[in-house]
Nanobody, 120 residues
């Protein structure tokens, strides 16, 4: 059974930093894109950053100069380093992975989410 296991998150003051990590377990099939999305109360889930396999990272404009994302292909891991955090970054952050299935198509998988709270 495929699982996305997230770690990191928590409470930090504005201007601080946090790191989120996510590991895909339960699958040896190819993984295309891995990344992070977030959902604030009353808002839709939005892309934060993602990396296509072998491609260039894509960032939301709101985080572009503050967050970095990296992948460890050997460990099926993606890490989001968040610097200069702002109160508006407060949200539940979800890991996402696009994984090839035995039926021959790509499927979306999501982590359960980790809370990031930035106090002013």
């Amino acid at each position: 059974q495929v699982q996305l296991v997230e770690s990191g998150g928590g409470l930090v003051q504005a201007g601080g930093s946090l790191r989120l990590s996510c590991v895909v377990s339960g699958s040896t099939l190819p993984i295309d894109s891995m990344g992070w999305y977030r959902q604030a109360p009353g808002k839709q889930r939005e892309l934060v950053a993602r990396i296509p396999r072998g491609g260039t990272a894509i960032f939301a404009d709101s985080v572009k100069d503050r967050f970095t994302i990296s992948r460890d292909y050997a460990k099926n891991m993606v890490t989001l380093q968040m610097n200069s955090l702002k109160p508006e970054d407060t949200a539940v952050y979800h890991c996402h992975a696009e994984i090839y299935s035995e039926s021959g198509n790509w499927r979306d998988y999501w982590g359960q989410g980790t809370q990031v709270t930035v106090s002013s």
